[in-house]
């Protein structure tokens, strides 16, 4: 299953609302997942079976979509979220997105 | 709670091998599949393949096969992940981690990242 993820690179404000989106090559029935990366650092979960908020994952940050379709929503942009983002499908073997990156504006 | 502790930074020549380590805590080592995953610098996120503690079963993406061996130490808790005829082109950072189940699932268990650089 492929993955498209988009935008590649984003840059926003603080405060701002962003959104991210993974597009499967075939449906994937919500199995799929958010990870935020910073440099250096392994991969952090964010969100779940597509809408699931991990725990300790700040509710700024919430999971939509369903079949080949989902997005990762920010609302009130932080500094700390600068990052990139990967989505991840588990459905059928696992593929990963190929990732956004978030900046500052 | 689960940890997943991953050996520290190596620097090798091309041509040599380096072995990797990824100690598991706060679970039972032989019901869950370890993962490895590579990342090269600014790039993407790719799965190298997994091994089961449980009967040392494994399988290599295509792309992987040759390069990466997958071993466990049940006695210790731990994965290993020996590459081989290093290049500068394997220089990144690997990465193993733990699914949420022992099946398909999500992968909140991450260990802290090996960087691996390839350098004469």
């Known amino acids: 299953i492929r993955m498209t993820q988009s935008p590649a690179s984003l840059s926003a404000s603080l405060g701002e609302t962003v959104n991210i989106e993974c597009l499967a090559s075939?449906?994937?029935?919500?199995?799929l997942a958010w990870y935020q990366q910073k440099p250096g650092k392994s991969p952090q979960l964010l969100i779940y079976n597509a809408k699931s908020l991990q725990n300790g994952v700040p509710s700024r940050f919430s999971g939509s979509g369903s079949g080949t379709q989902y997005s990762l929503k920010i609302n009130s942009l932080q500094s700390d979220d600068v990052a990139t983002y990967f989505c991840q499908q588990y459905n059928n073997y696992d593929t990963f997105g190929a990732g956004t990156k978030l900046e500052l504006k | 709670q689960v940890q997943l502790q991953q050996s520290g930074a190596e620097l090798a020549k091309p041509g040599t091998s380096v072995k990797l380590s990824c100690k598991a805590s706060g679970y039972t080592f032989t019901s869950y599949y370890i993962y490895w995953v590579r990342q090269r610098p600014g790039q993407g996120l790719e799965w190298i393949g997994y091994?089961?503690?449980?009967?040392?079963?494994?399988y290599y993406s295509e792309k992987f096969k040759g390069k990466a061996t997958f071993t466990t130490d049940t006695s210790s808790s731990t994965a290993y992940m020996l590459l081989g005829s290093l290049t500068p082109e394997d220089s990144a950072y690997y990465f193993c981690a733990r699914r949420f189940y022992s099946s398909p699932s999500w992968f909140p268990y991450w260990g802290q990242g090996t960087l691996v650089t390839v350098s004469s």
């Open positions: 075939e449906d994937i029935y919500s199995d």
């Open positions: 091994i089961y503690p449980g009967n040392g079963g494994s």
